[in-house]
């Protein structure tokens, strides 16, 4: 079972920009598909991105398209998710998730990290 670090998060006005990162802790994730959930207190975990276990595909909530993007470095070392054009909505605790057959798209699917809090103000 893979241990995921998450950081980036922070505390950013509406309209602003974060970069979120997901490391495996002692190895890479070139292996892996990743993806990255948000999570309110009280609420169900919801899918943010994905990216497949390649780098050649990304998949989006409809709710963050055009404004956030899933990439990974060049040996897909870290994956992030570049957060723009920030809304209040979007304030929730971040997770990552890696999995070596699945592409994690829906909550329970691969390992877990422990979040990244984000909060935008208005």
């Known amino acids: 079972q893979v241990q995921l670090v998450e950081s980036g998060g922070g505390l950013v006005q509406a309209g602003g920009s974060l970069r979120l990162s997901c490391a495996g802790s002692?190895?890479?994730?070139?292996?892996?598909?990743v993806g990255w959930f948000r999570q309110t207190p009280g609420k169900e975990r919801e899918f943010v991105a994905a990216?497949?276990?390649?780098?050649?595909?990304?998949y989006y909530a409809d709710s963050v398209k055009g404004r956030f993007t899933i990439s990974g470095d060049n040996a897909k070392a870290m994956v992030y998710l570049q957060m723009n054009s920030l809304k209040p909505e979007d304030t929730a605790r971040y997770y990552c998730?890696?999995?070596?057959?699945?592409?994690?798209?829906?909550?329970?699917?691969?390992?877990w990290g422990q979040g990244t809090q984000v909060t935008v103000s208005s």
């Open positions: 998730a890696a999995d070596e057959f699945r592409v994690p798209v829906v909550p329970g699917i691969g390992s």
């Open positions: 002692g190895r890479t994730l070139s292996n892996y598909a």
């Open positions: 990216i497949t276990r390649y780098g050649g595909d990304t």
